[in-house]
């Protein structure tokens, strides 16, 4: 994962090495393996809970509310922690279709909840993978004010997988890019990882 506070200047970036488990798409899993200086920092996504360990502290936090459209503490980048955080996308809105052309659709998200991150969002789908390519992310304050595009994509795995992902905040002018190596599906995973009480151990 690279950052990019100002992604007119390339050469001004943050470079991080994470790892990552997910069951489904309601639990998900980080650890930074680099730089040293935010070695072991960990982010377990439940539904709509997050919870973060930081190994400077040995502490952990869960993250609640509207703290969940902070990005990383440690990190910066423009993935907040209700992007890289468990829960579906149709647990949280409700989807339509405004849009079908011969190679993709076009979906338009609103939220179920008031008090969500994200008011809005617009998904772009490739049909022949069924997979998304693109995200806009919408709130009450800002309107448009994020874009995820999907691309690279390449099978890992044994399945198509984006292997380049990356998020532009139109406000802040900043991107963050994330470039996966590899990919594995359907194998066991410690449960550690998915509990609360254990996965900073």
Known sequence: MTTYP???D???KREFTVRGWSRGDDESYMEFVEPKSIKGLRILGKGDDNWVFFPSTGRTRKIAGKSKKDSVQGVGGDFSYEDVGGGSFESKYDFRIIKSDASSWTLEGTAKKKDGVYSKVVVTADKARALPTKIEFYTEEEGHCKDLTM???KVMGGRDTAARMTMVNLKKKSKTVVVMKAAEYD????EKYFNPSRFDK
């Open 6 to 8: 100002d992604m007119a």
């Open 151 to 153: 691309s690279d994509f």
């Open 10 to 12: 390339e050469g001004n």
């Open 187 to 190: 194998i066991p995973v410690d």
